[in-house]
């Protein structure tokens, strides 16, 4: 069975969402190599799974749902304003990106935020776009 599991804070912030066949075992290892895993922090079992694609589905769900601040895995930690003007930062300062990088970027960040990636004036003149 693999167990999904949420770790917690003294003050009760969610900080971190993940999956495990032994919470126990994964939990020490948050506790040796993982910043954020001080003495004081929670672990919580949650809802387990028989397959580990199932629970992982549930992970990223969950992750995608309730922001935890420590989860760095996969796009989940892109849904923050922070993140998300980072990026676009990154990207105006690099080389102008075509619609599809622009569509897939903004896909990956979250829906809707292609709108924080609007398209150049280059970019609209080259295909008789309005920018």
């Known amino acids: 069975m693999i167990t999904l599991y949420r770790a ?3 003050d009760d912030e969610l900080l971190y969402i993940g999956i495990s066949a032994n919470v126990t075992k994964r939990e ?3 506790r040796y190599s993982s910043e954020w ?3 004081d922090v929670r672990f919580v079992p949650g809802e387990t799974f028989v397959e580990r694609k199932d629970a992982r589905a549930a ?3 969950a992750i995608r749902a309730e922001l935890p601040s420590c989860n760095i895995d996969g796009v989940d930690h ?3 304003p922070e993140h998300l003007a980072y990026i676009k930062a990154v ?3 690099a080389p ?3 619609d599809a990088q622009r569509t897939k970027l903004a896909a990956l960040l979250r829906p ?3 709108a924080a990636f609007p398209r150049s004036a280059a970019d609209a003149a080259t295909d008789g776009a309005v920018a």
């Open 8 to 10: 917690y804070s003294a």
């Open 96 to 98: 102008p990106l075509s």
């Open 78 to 80: 892109m849904n923050t």
């Open 37 to 39: 895993c001080t003495t």
């Open 28 to 30: 020490k290892a948050h």
């Open 59 to 61: 992970e990223k769900a």
């Open 91 to 93: 990207v105006d300062a």
């Open 112 to 114: 809707g935020a292609e």
